[in-house]
């Protein structure tokens, strides 16, 4: 595949001619709900459905290479997180995987343990934990940052006073799908890591399409994201310019806390597919995943690193803009700086309704914003206050340009 970089720097028209639907009129500024697809992975998908479309495991010539490419499609997955294929299972939504996990945990946790849950994250992250603690009875534990809504960040700190000797798991997200905030995921995972036995899964999805995901050295326990959301999914589950599935990593230790939900027959025992697989990964979108990891070329950090910077430019346009307001209220960061924040920003204007404010937009322009609480219900209206019609959120990745914004 053609290097979407010229001199370190990001050739936006050279990645704009790898998404087929940037051929319209719409300017699509609502990728942190699901981003556009690269015509490669289109391709590998019809390919898949042409040639291939058998069940794999069978020893006869199209069997194999229906094999071959599922195999493939995984071990890409795994290489995307920097994780063992082993500790990679691919699913049809984040949703869907935290929630095998959470019945997993149901078999095998210990009585009396206890949960933390973030307060602000998406649903997916924390109704299959609240569903665990009701079942089992567990004690849970939210973990709310701040009364203040400008400073709603999960850190290690105002984690630590809530962890006892009974901690079992803690969940949170890397960057919220509403304020854009991206968390020091490590130094969370080393104080969670202080309790014996404790065990930290997170929500990568609003994180993946913007930055590398390296599980191993980030020290979580379960990470997952969507690839369809802006790229691809962690225990893993992402959303990476891909089709509809998630992907969850969990590491060969955390495993063993994990009962299997597979056949009892399914080997091998120690694989995160046979344990929370349960043949819902559709084979033609799995093997689509190669593609996607090759988009990113013979150097992912350098390709990442001039994504970051140009995520920096295209948000400084529109946080300029709104901070300047005396009207605008902005969730989360205010700065630009790659470093602290992803291109997921959220306000709300004084006086105005949301949904008002975006169907003006929708009526006098071709760009696409939402207006809503975007699965992150809890915090959007118990901790923000915005119990009508939620923020404003313009969700922006690589493939945008600066006239993508919708003040310019």
Not at 21 to 35: E, P
Not at 197 to 225: I, K, N, Q, T, W
Not at 247 to 254: D, E, H, R, T, W
Not at 287 to 311: N, V
Request: glycine share 6%; hydrophobic share 40%; aromatic share 10%.
């Amino acid at each position: 595949m053609a290097s979407v970089l010229v001199d370190g720097r990001l050739d936006v028209d050279a990645v704009r001619s790898h998404f087929p639907a940037l051929g319209q009129k719409q300017v699509f500024l609502d990728n942190a709900g699901g981003s556009q697809v690269l015509s490669d992975a289109i391709n590998s998908i019809r390919a898949y459905l042409e040639e291939t479309n058998v069940q794999p495991g069978a020893s006869y010539d199209v069997g194999q290479k229906a094999t071959e490419k599922y195999n493939e499609g995984l071990k890409a997955a795994a290489e995307f997180m920097n994780a063992r294929i082993d500790e990679t299972v691919v699913g049809p939504s984040t949703t869907q995987l935290f929630s095998n996990l959470s019945q997993a945990f149901t078999l095998s946790f210990p009585d009396d343990v206890e949960i933390i849950c973030s307060s602000i994250d998406h649903e997916a992250n924390i109704s299959a934990w609240v569903r665990l603690a009701k079942i089992r009875n567990f004690k849970l534990k939210w973990w709310t940052p701040s009364s203040d809504p400008g400073d709603l960040q999960l850190t290690a700190d105002n984690l630590r006073p809530l962890l006892s000797d009974k901690t079992k798991l803690v969940t949170c997200t890397h960057t919220s799908n509403i304020l854009g905030t991206i968390h020091d995921i490590k130094a969370i995972a080393d104080e969670v890591h202080k309790v014996p036995g404790a065990m930290l899964c997170v929500d990568g999805v609003a994180f993946a399409p913007h930055r590398e995901v390296d599980v191993e050295a980030l020290g979580v326990d379960f990470y997952s994201f969507s690839w369809y959301k802006g790229l691809i999914t962690r225990w893993l589950a992402i959303q990476t310019y891909g089709p509809h599935i998630a992907v969850l990593y969990g590491s060969q230790a955390a495993q063993q806390d994990v009962t299997s939900l597979g056949h009892y027959f399914h080997t091998p025992a120690n694989s995160l597919v046979t344990k929370l697989g349960l043949a819902a990964a559709s084979y033609e979108l799995v093997a689509t995943i190669p593609s996607i990891l090759s988009y990113f070329g013979p150097d992912r950090k350098k390709t990442w690193s001039a994504i970051a910077a140009h995520e920096q430019r295209l948000q400084e346009i529109l946080l300029n803009y709104l901070n300047k307001r005396e009207d605008v209220t902005v969730y989360g960061q205010t700065s630009a700086d790659s470093k602290l924040r992803a291109p997921v920003i959220s306000f709300s204007v004084k006086g105005k309704s949301s949904k008002g404010i975006v169907e003006k937009v929708d009526s006098c322009s071709d760009f696409g914003i939402r207006w809503g609480h975007f699965y992150s219900k809890r915090m959007v209206e118990d901790l923000l206050g915005l119990k009508t019609d939620g923020v404003i959120r313009v969700s922006m990745v690589h493939y945008n340009t600066g006239a993508s914004s919708p003040f310019i």
